[in-house]
Nanobody
Framework: QVQLVESGGGLVQTGGSLRLSCTTS????????VGWFRQAPGQEHEFVAA????????YYGDSLKGRFIVSRDNTWNTIYLQMNSLKPEDTAIYFC???????????????????WGQGTQVTVSS
């Protein structure tokens, strides 16, 4: 079955950078998106970014484009989230997830993602 495993989280100072990785396996389709979401304490999941296979289209949450960049390796096995100019409000658990047969209007919809990783903690100190 499809599995996703996040890594790369940690503690960073304000203004610093981190690169998260989402290692995926078990795909039987080439029509899917891998999205990144984050959840801060006491808050709902927030859409961060997504990349769509096979065309490689990328999508970003409001106000995150320009600081965060989503990309993938040549095999599509690993999806990256490069996070720059980090702020304390970026502190959250970051999850990656898979959406089958995505369309542009549903890329940011959490309910359309059916397989999730366990998350990786990102803490930005002030």
């Amino acid at each position: 079955q499809v599995q996703l495993v996040e890594s790369g989280g940690g503690l960073v100072q304000t203004g610093g950078s981190l690169r998260l990785s989402c290692t995926t396996s078990g795909h039987t389709s080439t029509s899917y998106a891998v999205g990144w979401f984050r959840q801060a304490p006491g808050q709902e999941h927030e859409f961060v970014a997504a990349i769509r296979r096979p065309n490689g289209a990328t999508y970003y949450g409001d106000s995150l484009k320009g600081r965060f960049i989503v990309s993938r390796d040549n095999t599509w096995n690993t999806i990256y989230l490069q996070m720059n100019s980090l702020k304390p409000e970026d502190t959250a658990i970051y999850f990656c997830a898979r959406q089958l047969n995505p369309i542009s209007s549903t890329i940011r919809a959490k309910y359309r993602y059916d397989v999730w990783g366990q998350g990786t903690q990102v803490t930005v100190s002030s």
